[in-house]
Every structure is written in structure tokens, then in C-alpha cells.
């Protein structure tokens, strides 16, 4: 993509066209140049794609596909973005500013989704339940219609994927709604859907404000289901408009999860972890380890090596193959960050390393910030409770198990945890007292497609992934069928 894209054409309800909405101006968070400028959707695009996706979900063509043949054209998606895959991250590179490993990984991720549940599609069984009378009963799953899939800024094309495979799998209509920062990898995928031969109704993507594009889709009376990924008051919101039509929501919310490292931590495997969980992504993440638990005896050896190596990360632009801390997404959200950092100085922080905006003039046109941590403050500190989501880590310290578990669920939210640790059976203890969706021992944001993903407290409610996961986008129909040859004697009749 050279100069300025101008995207005049969304799809919407099986036509491909301009948006009704307002103008939406696409930056690459790197440079601070526009990129591309579209036409956003507008709640009469809303009714518009769910009306045509709720007809397109009932045609025959579509309803009656046994699960092979849906299966084939989701692997047919999955073939298409590993074919684009090299366009597709560095599109999404030049629109959230992540680095080109990370969107490659995320493309190859999307690809493996559309994959996954191909492959769980065709092996899911409809079960007989147990007999208790002269009749035959079933449990089937059937489709919900129309379902809103409304995703993130900071994994596009993944979050996509782990919302359309599934409900498309289970023979859903879906209305996606990227983030407004970020739709340009969103409105690729639906060309490549369309490219596999899905009928072209069955996929809208719909950029746009969320309270504007995003509530018409939970309030719209066709959609039957949504699923949201992003904060935890846009998610809170979701809920109550979804409770006034009794509509189910799978929601994946915020985090503010610990990252603990024991005396007997291998100290290599947890410097390079603990990085790795709170810096990747630019800190940009729902399961970024943001809570840095320390043991006391190792505190301050531990906090030495890890600032020492937060230093040598290097900060630049996502196509920089050195650069490990790239652009945060917009420079709104920069300056956020910033000023929740400023914020942590008031409340008594000591920076530790990095606190500021870069100095290095090369950077001066990017929303960068350099990676920070923070110590010196207790776990009830505002700064060690809300969500930064950004390059920007609290670290503290503790005693032993007991006070390690009381300070670590001391929080609103329970999505991830991560443990180090040569104990296994301490390792084992940790993990089922401490309140999270996700643990991950000796290892951290290592996340599988196969294996279900939830959260507690605040965090979420549902859980997506996995084989399951597509039973979400269904409705559960239970069928008798009668055995037996004499009327019913209720009426005395025969």
C-alpha cells in the first residue's frame, strides 16, 4: 500500500459499497502519516447487513450444508490468508504499528483458526441422551441466525478469526465490527471469505465507532448473539443492552494479571518471561503479565537483571526487525499511558527505567513510549488495580504462598497468571488458588486455539475457543421421538 488508501467500499449485506457513516481516517502509529480514509457503516448499514445476513443464513444453500461441505470452505479461508499472509501483517503493521513478527505470527494464527474448526466441525457428534421411555431422544445444535462479532485494535486479524470461523462453522450470519483505529486487516479478510466462496451476505464488516456502529449491532432484534472483545466498561455496557433482549454474550475483558517468580525461579527463563509477558505487543495486551511479583529474598538481584535487560530492548518501528517495543496503536492512547504513568508518580512510584516518551529524534514523529517499570508501591495503589495496557509493569514483592496468593487475586479481574518456578507441586498449589482464566507455568502468553480461554471477576464472561467453541454460536434443540405403537393412554384412546 503506497500513499494514501482511499477505501470507499465496505461490505454490507452481500454488496460491497460505501458506508452511510462518518469519515474514518486510518494512521500508521510509526510515522503519524494517514494511510488510508474510508466511509464508516451507520446503524441504517447495520439493519441493512443484518436483515440480508439473517435471509442468507436461511437459504437453503447455506442451512442445508452438511458439515463437510461448510468444513471445506473454511479451509479454504484458512488457505487464502496463508497465501496473503505477507500482505496481510504488514497491513496490519502500517495501521497498529506492531511489529511485523508479531502480525505474521497473528496471520498464521487466523489462518490455523479457520482450520481448527474445520477439522472440529466435521468431527462434532450430535449425542443420543440416555433412554428413559419408549421414545428416542437427541440433543441437536442448531444456528443462531445472525451473531455480532465485535473485536478489538490490538490483534485484529486473530480476534477476527476466533469470532467468524466458528460462528460460520455453526451456520451463522456474522456482522463484524473492527475497532475504529484499525479496520483495514478486517476488510481484507472478508474479501478473502468472499474468495473462498462463502455466500457474500454471510460476512459484513462494519468499521465504525462502538457506540455507534457497535451498539446498533447488540441492539439490532435480528443479531441473537454477541461476541466482544475489549475493556471491561464497553463490556459491562454490552451486557445490560444484551439483558434487555435476553441475549447471550461471550465477553473477553481486562486483566490485570500476576507474573510471579519464586527464589528457586530458573533466572534466565524468568527475566526473558516476565519481558516478554508485559512488553510484547508494546504492552498492549489483555493477558499482559502487568503485576510483577517478586519474592522478597531475590527481590532486589531479580529487579536489577530485569531492569538492566528492559533497557536493551530496543524501541522502534514494527518493520524494523530489531525493534522488540513498537508504536502504541494511536497516539490518544500514547499519551493515556503517559499520563497513568504520571499518575503512578503521584501516588509515591519510584520509575525504575523508562517513565518517558523516547528522546531519540527518529522516533519523535511515532506515538512511542519507552518500556517502564515501577516499584515502591503497594498492591492497592490505583496503578497496581486499573488496566494501563501498555508497555508498563508494577513490581512487587512478597513473602511466601500464602501472602503471594492474598495479593495477587486482591483484584478485580482473574484472566491470566503466569508462575516461575522449579517446583512443580508449588507450581501445581499456585495455579488452582489463584483466581485466573489462563495459567501459564514456566512459560507465559503462549495461547492455543485448541485449548478454551475465559476469564473471572471482571475479566470475562464465556469462554472461546477450543472444540466448544462452536457450540456458542448455536441454539440447543432437544428431540423425542416415540417408540411406541399404542396411543398415548392419557386420552383413552385404543
Given at each position: 500500500?503506497?500513499?494514501?488508501?482511499?477505501?470507499?467500499?465496505?461490505?454490507?449485506?452481500?454488496?460491497?459499497r460505501?458506508?452511510?457513516?462518518?469519515?474514518?481516517?486510518?494512521?500508521?502509529?510509526?510515522?503519524?502519516?494517514?494511510?488510508?480514509?474510508?466511509?464508516?457503516?451507520?446503524?441504517?448499514?447495520?439493519?441493512?447487513?443484518?436483515?440480508?445476513?439473517?435471509a442468507?443464513?436461511?437459504?437453503?444453500?447455506?442451512?442445508?450444508?452438511?458439515?463437510?461441505?461448510r468444513?471445506?470452505?473454511?479451509?479454504?479461508?484458512?488457505?487464502?490468508?496463508?497465501?496473503?499472509a505477507?500482505?496481510?501483517?504488514?497491513?496490519?503493521?502500517?495501521?497498529?504499528?506492531?511489529?511485523?513478527?508479531?502480525?505474521?505470527?497473528?496471520?498464521?494464527?487466523?489462518?490455523?483458526?479457520f482450520?481448527?474448526?474445520?477439522?472440529?466441525?466435521?468431527?462434532?457428534?450430535?449425542?443420543?441422551?440416555?433412554?428413559?421411555?419408549?421414545?428416542?431422544?437427541?440433543?441437536?445444535?442448531?444456528?443462531?441466525?445472525?451473531?455480532?462479532?465485535?473485536?478489538?485494535?490490538?490483534?485484529?486479524?486473530?480476534?477476527?478469526?476466533?469470532?467468524?470461523?466458528?460462528?460460520?462453522?455453526?451456520?451463522?450470519?456474522?456482522?463484524?465490527?473492527?475497532?475504529?483505529?484499525?479496520p483495514?486487516?478486517?476488510?481484507?479478510?472478508?474479501?478473502l471469505?468472499?474468495?473462498?466462496?462463502?455466500?457474500?451476505a454471510?460476512?459484513?464488516?462494519?468499521?465504525?465507532?462502538?457506540?455507534?456502529?457497535?451498539?446498533?449491532?447488540?441492539?439490532?432484534?435480528?443479531?441473537?448473539?454477541?461476541a466482544f472483545?475489549?475493556?471491561?466498561?464497553?463490556?459491562?455496557?454490552?451486557g445490560?443492552?444484551?439483558?434487555?433482549?435476553?441475549?447471550?454474550?461471550?465477553?473477553?475483558l481486562?486483566?490485570?494479571?500476576?507474573?510471579?517468580?519464586?527464589?528457586?525461579?530458573?533466572?534466565?527463563?524468568?527475566?526473558?518471561?516476565?519481558?516478554?509477558?508485559?512488553?510484547?505487543?508494546?504492552?498492549?495486551?489483555?493477558?499482559a503479565?502487568?503485576?510483577?511479583?517478586?519474592?522478597?529474598?531475590?527481590?532486589?538481584?531479580?529487579?536489577?537483571r530485569?531492569?538492566?535487560?528492559t533497557?536493551r530492548?530496543r524501541?522502534?518501528?514494527?518493520?524494523?526487525?530489531?525493534?522488540?517495543?513498537?508504536?502504541?496503536?494511536?497516539?490518544?492512547?500514547?499519551?493515556?499511558?503517559?499520563?497513568?504513568?504520571?499518575?503512578a508518580?503521584?501516588?509515591?512510584?519510584?520509575?525504575?527505567?523508562?517513565?518517558?516518551?523516547?528522546?531519540?529524534?527518529?522516533?519523535?514523529?511515532?506515538?512511542?513510549?519507552?518500556?517502564?517499570?515501577?516499584?515502591?508501591?503497594?498492591?492497592?495503589?490505583?496503578?497496581?488495580?486499573?488496566?494501563?495496557?501498555?508497555?508498563?509493569?508494577?513490581?512487587?514483592?512478597?513473602?511466601?504462598?500464602?501472602?503471594?496468593v492474598?495479593?495477587?487475586?486482591?483484584?478485580?479481574?482473574?484472566?491470566?497468571?503466569?508462575?516461575?518456578?522449579?517446583?512443580?507441586?508449588?507450581?501445581?498449589?499456585?495455579?488452582?488458588?489463584?483466581?485466573?482464566?489462563?495459567?501459564w507455568?514456566?512459560t507465559?502468553?503462549?495461547?492455543?486455539?485448541?485449548?478454551?480461554?475465559?476469564?473471572?471477576?471482571?475479566?470475562?464472561?464465556?469462554?472461546?475457543?477450543?472444540?466448544?467453541?462452536?457450540?456458542?454460536?448455536?441454539?440447543?434443540?432437544s428431540?423425542?421421538?416415540?417408540?411406541?405403537?399404542?396411543?398415548?393412554?392419557?386420552?383413552?384412546?385404543?
Amino acid at each position: 500500500m503506497t500513499g494514501v488508501d482511499v477505501l470507499d467500499r465496505i461490505p454490507v449485506g452481500g454488496a460491497v459499497r460505501r458506508g452511510t457513516g462518518e469519515a474514518l481516517t486510518c494512521v500508521d502509529p510509526a510515522t503519524g502519516e494517514v494511510i488510508a480514509e474510508l466511509t464508516a457503516a451507520s446503524p441504517g448499514d447495520v439493519d441493512e447487513a443484518a436483515r440480508a445476513g439473517a435471509a442468507a443464513a436461511d437459504e437453503p444453500g447455506w442451512r442445508d450444508l452438511l458439515p463437510h461441505q461448510r468444513a471445506r470452505l473454511l479451509h479454504r479461508i484458512g488457505d487464502l490468508v496463508e497465501r496473503d499472509a505477507d500482505e496481510l501483517a504488514l497491513l496490519q503493521t502500517r495501521n497498529t504499528g506492531k511489529t511485523l513478527a508479531e502480525t505474521r505470527a497473528l496471520a498464521a494464527s487466523a489462518a490455523g483458526t479457520f482450520r481448527f474448526y474445520a477439522a472440529a466441525l466435521e468431527t462434532t457428534e450430535t449425542p443420543l441422551t440416555p433412554q428413559r421411555g419408549p421414545y428416542l431422544t437427541m440433543s441437536v445444535h442448531e444456528p443462531i441466525g445472525v451473531v455480532g462479532a465485535i473485536t478489538p485494535w490490538n490483534s485484529p486479524i486473530a480476534s477476527d478469526a476466533q469470532k467468524v470461523a466458528p460462528a460460520l462453522a455453526a451456520g451463522n450470519a456474522v456482522l463484524l465490527k473492527p475497532a475504529e483505529a484499525t479496520p483495514l486487516v478486517s476488510l481484507a479478510l472478508a474479501r478473502l471469505v468472499a474468495e473462498a466462496g462463502v455466500p457474500p451476505a454471510l460476512l459484513s464488516v462494519l468499521p465504525g465507532r462502538g457506540s455507534v456502529v457497535g451498539e446498533a449491532i447488540v441492539r439490532h432484534p435480528a443479531v441473537g448473539r454477541v461476541a466482544f472483545t475489549g475493556g471491561t466498561t464497553t463490556g459491562r455496557a454490552i451486557g445490560h443492552l444484551a439483558a434487555a433482549k435476553i441475549m447471550p454474550v461471550t465477553s473477553e475483558l481486562g486483566g490485570k494479571s500476576p507474573t510471579i517468580v519464586f527464589a528457586d525461579a530458573d533466572r534466565d527463563q524468568a527475566v526473558a518471561g516476565v519481558l516478554y509477558g508485559i512488553f510484547s505487543s508494546s504492552g498492549q495486551s489483555c493477558v499482559a503479565g502487568s503485576r510483577i511479583f517478586v519474592q522478597a529474598e531475590i527481590y532486589d538481584e531479580f529487579v536489577d537483571r530485569l531492569v538492566a535487560a528492559t533497557r536493551r530492548l530496543r524501541v522502534g518501528p514494527g518493520t524494523d526487525p530489531d525493534t522488540r517495543v513498537a508504536p502504541l496503536v494511536t497516539f490518544a492512547h500514547r499519551d493515556r499511558v503517559a499520563a497513568l504513568v504520571d499518575r503512578a508518580r503521584e501516588e509515591g512510584a519510584r520509575v525504575l527505567c523508562g517513565g518517558q516518551v523516547p528522546a531519540d529524534e527518529r522516533l519523535a514523529a511515532g506515538a512511542y513510549y519507552l518500556p517502564t517499570l515501577l516499584d515502591g508501591l503497594p498492591n492497592h495503589a490505583r496503578t497496581c488495580q486499573e488496566e494501563i495496557f501498555g508497555p508498563v509493569g508494577v513490581v512487587l514483592p512478597f513473602r511466601d504462598e500464602d501472602d503471594l496468593v492474598s495479593q495477587a487475586n486482591d483484584t478485580d479481574y482473574g484472566l491470566a497468571c503466569g508462575i516461575w518456578t522449579t517446583d512443580y507441586r508449588r507450581a501445581w498449589r499456585v495455579a488452582r488458588r489463584v483466581a485466573a482464566g489462563t495459567v501459564w507455568i514456566n512459560t507465559y502468553k503462549q495461547l492455543s486455539i485448541s485449548t478454551p480461554f475465559s476469564g473471572m471477576k471482571n475479566s470475562g464472561l464465556g469462554t472461546d475457543k477450543g472444540r466448544a467453541g462452536i457450540l456458542q454460536y448455536t441454539r440447543q434443540k432437544s428431540i423425542y421421538l416415540g417408540l411406541d405403537e399404542a396411543p398415548l393412554p392419557w386420552a383413552g384412546i385404543g
